[in-house]
């Protein structure tokens, strides 16, 4: 796509640093890629990602720094995200449901059993990838399957409610459905994969 040239506004901006990488392996391998240069270059305890296709509010940073303060526990925070000005019905309707999923995610973020903590704005602590490794292909939903690791190592993760995340959901029924799938297969096997790892963990 033309991320790249679009980024390149920040080229000269002394508070932004602009990497390529070749484009073999998946999204995965891009966080990666980043992480990986982060170690090597600079200290940071919290490390962040965000989709080219999403925007934060201007609070959103604060919003997530702060659940980190309130439990130094936390070892992630996951924002609240809504889709950034729908323009075809398929858009609406995920906006809704994104929207009404914010209330299921406090409930999840009370109990403590959030389980995934999605692209666009996920921090997480350095910590994370220090003991558990980067992010691994994990059938296109590496999101999640790096959150289960978490959960198996006894890591918590956050809910930031105020931490607002804007982004484009598929414009047409075919894209939507494309997404759903892909989601839901890899939900599905990473749910498989972990339960055998803990089966065999107990053995």
Same mark, same amino acid.
């Given at each position: 796509d033309s991320t790249?040239? +679009?980024? /390149?506004?920040?080229? %000269?901006?002394? &508070?932004?640093? $602009?990497?390529?990488?070749?484009?073999?392996?998946?999204? *995965? @391998?891009?966080?990666? *890629?980043?992480?990986?240069?982060? =170690?090597? =270059?600079?200290?940071?305890?919290?490390?962040? &990602? $965000? %989709?080219?296709?999403s925007t934060v509010d201007i609070q959103a940073l604060h919003a997530s720094i702060r659940a980190f303060a309130a439990d130094? %526990? +936390?070892? @992630? +925070?996951?924002?609240?995200?809504?889709?950034?000005?729908?323009?075809?019905?398929? /858009?609406? !309707? /995920?906006?809704?449901?994104?929207?009404?999923?914010t209330f299921g995610k406090q409930v999840f973020h009370n109990l403590e059993s959030i389980f995934v903590a999605p692209g666009p704005f996920a921090l997480f602590k350095d910590q994370v990838f220090v003991e558990l490794g980067g992010y691994h292909e994990a059938? =296109?939903?590496?999101?999640?399957?790096?959150?289960?690791?978490?959960?198996?190592?006894? !890591?918590?993760?956050a809910f930031a409610h105020d931490s607002y995340v804007y982004t484009h959901g598929p414009k047409t029924f075919n894209a939507l459905i494309k997404q759903r799938v892909r989601w839901i297969y890899g939900f599905l096997k990473n749910m498989q994969d972990f339960k055998s790892k803990i089966g065999r963990a107990h053995v």
């Open positions: 790249w040239n +679009v980024v /390149q506004q920040y080229v %000269d901006n002394p &508070c932004v640093e $602009l990497l390529t990488k070749k484009n073999e392996g998946s999204k *995965f @391998a891009a966080l990666n *890629f980043g992480i990986d240069y982060i =170690h090597q =270059h600079v200290h940071a305890e919290i490390i962040g &990602c $965000l %989709d080219a296709d130094r %526990d +936390v070892m @992630a +925070v996951m924002p609240a995200m809504t889709i950034d000005s729908p323009t075809s019905v398929w /858009q609406y !309707m /995920q906006k809704v449901e994104y929207e009404m999923m059938y =296109h939903t590496e999101d999640l399957e790096i959150c289960l690791r978490m959960i198996k190592r006894g !890591m918590k993760i």
